[in-house]
T-cell receptor
C-alpha cells in the first residue's frame, strides 16, 4: 500500500463547476499536510497548507481528518487556469521530516 | 530574487556514461532535497540535506546514485553508470527549517530532464 494515495483522475469539469479531490495517508506519524500544484512540464508549487481546523484561500478549501487519515481539496467556481495536477503531500516526523508526495490528480477545466 | 537553480535543464546521454546534475538552493535555505519524477512512480524523494549534511538517503535507488553538498550554495546528484531506467525529471528543492510543526514550503527548481539511451 502506498503511503499517500490519490485518485489519479483525470477529472474533466466545465468552467464554474465545483470539484473535490481526496487523499489518504497510511502513516500515523504524519504531522503536516499540503496541496501542491504542478502544471504540465513545470515544477510543483505550493498551493496551500492543510491544518486541522481546515482552511480556505479564495476558491480553495482544504480539510484534514486525522482520525480517518484523510485530506481533501475543494475548488469552487473552476477556472480554465485551474487545469493542472494536484499533489497531496504529507510530512512524516522521523526525527527530521520526511516528505511523501502522492501521485497526483489531474484536473482539466473546459470552457 | 532568484529561485532554485538547476543545470543542465536537459541531458541526453548513453547508457554507461556518468551524469552529474547540479543545484543551487535559495540563499538562506538550510534544507535541500533531491527528487525524481516519472510517470510510473510519481515524485520520489531521493535524499535530503540539512546544513549540508545528508539526513535521509533511504530513497536513493542504488549505489550508482550519489549526492553531495560541499557548501550551502551548491549540491550535485551523480549517476554512474547511468541506465535507461534512470530516465526521469530530477528536481531539486530547498526550504527553511520546518520547526516543530513541519509546516514550511519547499521551493522547487525547474528540473533536469534526463534521457539515457
Amino acid at each position: 500500500r502506498k503511503e499517500v494515495e490519490q485518485d489519479p483522475g483525470p477529472f474533466n469539469v466545465p468552467e464554474g463547476a465545483t470539484v473535490a479531490f481526496n487523499c489518504t495517508y497510511s502513516n500515523s506519524a504524519s504531522q503536516s499536510f499540503f496541496w501542491y500544484r504542478q502544471d504540465c512540464r513545470k515544477e510543483p508549487k505550493l498551493l496551500m497548507s492543510v491544518y486541522s481546523s481546515g482552511n480556505e484561500d479564495g476558491r480553495f478549501t482544504a480539510q484534514l481528518n486525522r482520525a480517518s487519515q484523510y485530506i481533501s481539496l475543494l475548488i469552487r467556481d473552476s477556472k480554465l487556469s485551474d487545469s493542472a495536477t494536484y499533489l497531496c503531500v504529507v510530512k512524516i516526523n522521523t526525527g527530521g521530516f520526511k516528505t511523501i508526495f502522492g501521485a497526483g490528480t489531474r484536473l482539466f477545466v473546459k470552457a | 530574487d532568484a529561485g532554485v537553480i538547476q543545470s543542465p535543464r536537459h541531458e541526453v546521454t548513453e547508457m554507461g556514461q556518468e551524469v552529474t546534475l547540479r543545484c543551487k538552493p535559495i540563499s538562506g535555505h538550510d534544507y535541500l532535497f533531491w527528487y525524481r519524477q516519472t510517470m510510473m512512480r510519481g515524485l520520489e524523494l531521493l535524499i535530503y540535506f540539512n546544513n549540508n549534511v545528508p539526513i535521509d538517503d533511504s530513497g536513493m535507488p542504488e549505489d550508482r546514485f550519489s549526492a553531495k553538498m560541499p557548501n550551502a550554495s551548491f549540491s550535485t546528484l551523480k549517476i554512474q553508470p547511468s541506465e535507461p531506467r534512470d530516465s526521469a525529471v530530477y528536481f531539486c528543492a530547498s526550504s527553511l527549517a520546518p520547526g516543530t510543526s513541519g509546516y514550511n514550503e519547499q521551493f522547487f527548481g525547474p528540473g533536469t530532464r534526463l534521457t539515457v539511451l
